[in-house]
């Protein structure tokens, strides 16, 4: 199997035109069957030239690979043979199952702790999976009370349940990685349910409402492998026994065992990583990002970013993304993250008392707004202490604080670009004339500058303003800024053996996906999941 880049087609092609194109570029003429398929679809919208659609193809050519490859050059590879990933579940054959005496435990069924039973459980291991939060379809009721009369409930919400925090984002699948277990993560979710074109584009999403339904196929999925569930319980404690396998304590009031234990358990329980903390799990702190989440009119973004060409770029590729970055005077890092085209911001707390907030959008992404998180980077220098868990607490500090300007009602405090950057006095009677805030269950008129440490706010200002002259729409003083968002990655990392991927204090628990530190994303995450798994069964197999 070959993989041909640079395939270049006008944006109102036909795809039969593809073909066309593709044995040009081959040298090929126009005889003979040629079997291909998209891998890959990306936009060049780069000024000074037409736009493009282009293309990566994979494709059989048999004995022809060699000149074919050595005619190309960086234009071509060769792929290696991908694992087959089926719509129907997967039973691992009688001898080819691993006997252990308990069976694996995840905790968490986010990405990572998806993937990583569904492999365990298609390998014949029958895992446990324990869930705090419950399964997606009481979880959307749970959120939906939250987002219309401000009640939440702290094990279901935003962050914990089913599916994890991604669920009720935006379902992107958008992934720095060049892991080929990332295919495996499309094409499995591509036959849960998925749009077929995750497969393929450049920035592939699934879109909140389609992603419920996948998640669900997930667990039937791996029930019928093999694996169990428990929803609505919490770890309360792991132990470590002195025979070598884990004691769990949950919050039903059960004690189970395992000699397999895989920490798959978020960015957000906070509570969990002290109880680890306090049995002696081996951790650190680590940078992350916090913000405020911004909003504009989503034909603001579409007239910028798709220019004279707009109607026909939006009715192929839909709402326009953007993805922006900044440096500071100070060196610090400023971007956007997790931008939601035609979407709204949603309350995203797990804990009372305080004001999280996040994006989501459907798979249409047809709302009036685009919103995106606006960032800084954050180091432990900032927030000071030896202390192992003060970045929860520099996160918590500013959800509260939000909490407060909020009215205490999980009302969110929001403001106009131009206000936040000075350029016109905070009016709290002056309410949104071009861009209405989405938040729910209530945005409020408030100030909220004079809550964030000093760095964080000079930091936004300087990012926002650079942002603004690489992207005019952008910094428009009507655009909405609501705060704050504190949860894009976990303040802490389990350390794990690099090849083992064990804790490097307790042998047989693995930590991985946000939560550990070691991903961003559901991509990454559920990439992580997998080879956590990978690494269980290798090692189980050949004892």
Known sequence: MLRVHQI????????????????????????????????????DLRKGQAPRVVYSIDLEVGAKEGSILKRLGKDAEKLPEPPHIVAEPQKAQADNRIKL?????????????????????????????????SRVERRAEAIERFWSSGVLDPECNVQFGEGGAGTFSDGKLTSRSKDPRGQQVLDLFAALGAPEDIRYRQKPHIGTDILRGVVKGMRLRIEAQGGTFMFDTRVDRIERLPGGHFELTLSNGETIHSEIVILAIGHSARDTVTMLHEEGVEMTQKPFAVGLRIEHRQ???????????????????????YKLTAKTTEGRGVYTFCMCPGGEVVAASSEGGGVVTNGM?????????????????????????????????????LEKAAFELGGRTY??????????????PFDPERHHEGVAPTYRPDPVKADFRAVMPTFLL????????????????????????????????????????????????????FPCGEGAGYAGGITSSAIDGIRVAEEILSRWRNQ
């Open 361 to 397: 959008s459907r798979r249409a992404r047809a709302l009036e707004n685009a919103n995106s998180a606006l960032l800084a980077t954050v180091t432990p220098e900032d927030f000071g202490g030896d202390q192992l868990l003060a970045g929860v607490e520099f996160q918590r500090t």
């Open 299 to 321: 034909e603001d973004i579409d007239a910028q970013q798709y220019g004279e060409h707009l109607d026909s770029l939006k009715g192929r590729y839909g709402a326009a993304e």
């Open 411 to 424: 009302g969110a405090p929001y403001m106009m670009v131009d206000e936040f950057l000075g350029f016109r």
């Open 101 to 133: 005496a308990h069976p694996p435990v995840v905790i968490g069924f986010g990405p990572a702790g998806m993937f990583a039973a569904e492999l365990l459980s298609r390998q014949g291991l029958t895992p446990l999976i324990i869930e705090r939060g």
């Open 458 to 509: 000079k930091a936004l200002q300087e990012g926002l303003t650079e942002m603004g002259q690489k992207m005019k729409a952008f910094a428009d003083g009507e655009a909405i800024l609501t705060a704050f968002e504190t949860r894009s990655s976990s303040p802490v990392r389990l350390v794990r053996h690099e090849r083992s991927l064990e804790s490097i204090s307790h042998p047989g628990l």
């Open 8 to 43: 270049k087609m006008n944006i109102d092609h036909r795809t039969e035109e593809i073909e066309a194109q593709l044995r040009k570029k081959l040298g090929m003429g126009s005889a003979g069957p040629l079997t291909w398929r998209i891998a890959r679809e990306s936009l």
